[in-house]
């Protein structure tokens, strides 16, 4: 009996099942849409700072002088390290950029579910993917600050935090709705315990920063 059961949970949907889910409409909870606000906020604002700096960086370097951003507070937790990194153009232009943009997407889609949007699966699917994105980005990002820029800048760890938040609760949400296929148990853990993976990769980053720069901290 107890194979039959477990064998259930983690079958796929069947064909008619699959189409409802398809086409099926969802609209996010005001607590999801909320958190997409203020995470694409957190991030917008981060953006936009790093945005303003970098063009003070350039400018300051044109007049012949320089400019140090006020985030830069000592030499690990220095924002100007990062600003002028080649890391900070990956794509040709300077990301913040294009977190201009993201975040600016991810409040619009808060902004439609607090007045009530549904969306079609392929659509939260697509957000979903963009989250994703979003996430690895940052993972890359945190890697390149810590172990090869020797820095951290304030303002890019506001973004990663507002990334994973997002990353995890709609990752949650489509998992719990359907539109990933998962087994039952992962529905109810996500049901129950989203918070839980958000806490842990964020704290798992604070745990790096930490033993990164452990000596620069006890001095």
Not at 55 to 77: Q, R, Y
Not at 117 to 129: D, E, I, V
Not at 180 to 206: D, N, Q, R
Request: proline share 4%; glycine share 8%.
């Amino acid at each position: 009996m107890s194979s039959k059961t477990t064998a259930r949970d983690v079958s796929t949907e069947s064909e008619p099942e699959r189409a409802e889910t398809a086409s099926r409409a969802e609209g996010g909870s005001r607590a999801l849409a909320l958190l997409l606000v203020i995470t694409g906020a957190a991030g917008l604002l981060a953006a936009w700072v790093i945005t303003i700096d970098k063009f003070k960086i350039l400018e300051a370097k044109v007049a012949g002088t320089t400019f140090t951003p006020g985030c830069s507070l000592n030499p690990v937790v220095s924002c100007g390290s990062v600003m002028e990194s080649k890391q900070a153009a990956v794509f040709g232009f300077p990301n913040p950029m294009l977190g201009l943009a993201a975040y600016a997407i991810v409040i619009g889609v808060g902004m439609s579910l607090l007045a009530g949007a549904r969306f079609p699966r392929w659509y939260w699917l697509t957000f979903n993917a963009g989250c994703l994105f979003g996430v690895s980005f940052c993972a890359w990002l945190t890697f390149q600050s810590l172990y090869r820029i020797n820095a951290l800048c304030l303002w890019c760890s506001l973004a990663w935090v507002a990334t994973i938040l997002m990353f995890w609760y709609v990752t949650s949400f489509n998992i719990r709705k359907g539109f990933l296929p998962a087994p039952s148990w992962l529905k109810s853990f996500f049901g129950e315990f989203t918070w839980v993976m958000p806490v842990l990769h964020i704290g798992i980053i604070g745990m790096l920063v930490l033993t990164r720069w452990w000596d620069f901290w006890l001095s």
